[in-house]
């Protein structure tokens, strides 16, 4: 029997580690002795520990953890803010996660892996590659849940989009499609079965879904997707789109897509690309937008 250390770094952005919830569920399994920190300790601990595990999400982390980890013997460290190729056994990928670990009523999981964008502002093409099948609910759904939240980086373009959508709606399950839709892939097809799903945000307090509008090259798509998502009974007040700035547009540009998502009856939301805060940021994402024009917010 060992005792196995997990360091969640990130976890001050409220939400759980899936690889984390997957070792716990693999050493337990194994008979061995689990323990999991949330946050970056400010000191070693002092329980003696076979392995020490730290997860590290965000690149503005990966400093921290590393002055950290270099406390240890006998640590790894993985996650998309410290390296892109570390990733988890087949056994351990593929397991049902340990969900008393962060004591959560949902499911989380990947049904797809990769994605058959290639944005350069994103890290996916590079990280997992072009899209393919990875799981079927089925196998990280635990019993006990009736909500689950989806990681795909692009679900409609999964292979099996039509298999798990019917499964959602077959088990009638409260689902959020946490990574976003791809609002240039959506068709009547894949419309009417949305519009049959009970889809919510994350911490399921609320209605939502979930697009992104980062380029005006596609505005043509982004209307005939809100029409079209009017058109099959969805409410648009329970419909966002991430606008993305500060990556290649101008201000210009970023006014015009958040002001004309919100004239057509949907959400905008400012991701500003590298995490640059501006205050333009503010203005949207507490919604001053509503009732301040930007000409006089940016006195």
């Known amino acids: 029997m060992m005792k196995i250390l997990l360091i969640d770094a990130d976890s001050k952005k409220g939400f ?73 056994d087949y056994d351990i990928e593929h397991i049902m996660p340990d969900y008393s670990l962060y004591d959560i009523d949902f499911s989380l999981g990947f049904t797809s892996r990769g994605c058959i964008r290639n944005c350069g502002f994103c890290i996916v093409p590079e990280k997992e590659g072009f899209i393919r099948d990875n799981a079927p609910i089925s196998e990280f759904l635990h019993p006990d849940h009736k909500k689950v939240v989806l990681l795909d980086n692009n679900f409609q373009a999964s292979p099996k989009w039509k298999e798990n959508i019917n499964f959602i709606i077959e088990h009638d399950l409260k689902v959020s499609f946490n990574q976003g839709l791809d609002i240039r892939l959506l068709n009547r097809e894949f419309a009417e079965a949305l519009a049959q799903v009970k889809y919510y945000s994350w911490k399921f307090k609320r209605r939502g879904l979930y697009f992104a509008f980062d380029d005006l090259r596609y505005e043509k798509e982004v209307w005939a997707g809100i029409d079209l998502l009017e058109d099959v009974g969805i409410n648009l007040k329970d419909v966002l789109f991430y606008v993305l700035i500060g990556y ?46 930007w000409s006089e917010y940016n006195k």
């Open 16 to 88: 759980p580690n899936l690889a984390l919830m997957k070792l716990s569920a693999y050493y337990k399994q194994q008979k061995h002795i689990v323990d999991l920190i949330k946050g970056i300790p400010t000191t070693k601990p002092l329980n003696q520990y076979d392995t020490v595990l730290i997860s590290c999400i965000f690149s503005q982390n990966r400093e921290q953890v590393l002055d950290y980890a270099s406390q240890f013997d006998n640590v790894v460290v993985g996650g998309s803010g410290f390296d892109y190729t570390v990733v988890l």
């Open 248 to 293: 290649n547009t101008t201000e210009k540009d970023d006014l015009y897509r958040i002001n004309s998502l919100y004239e057509r009856g949907v959400h905008p939301y400012v991701m500003p690309y590298n995490q640059h805060k501006s205050k333009l940021t503010r203005w949207v994402n507490r919604l001053y937008y509503q009732f301040i024009p």
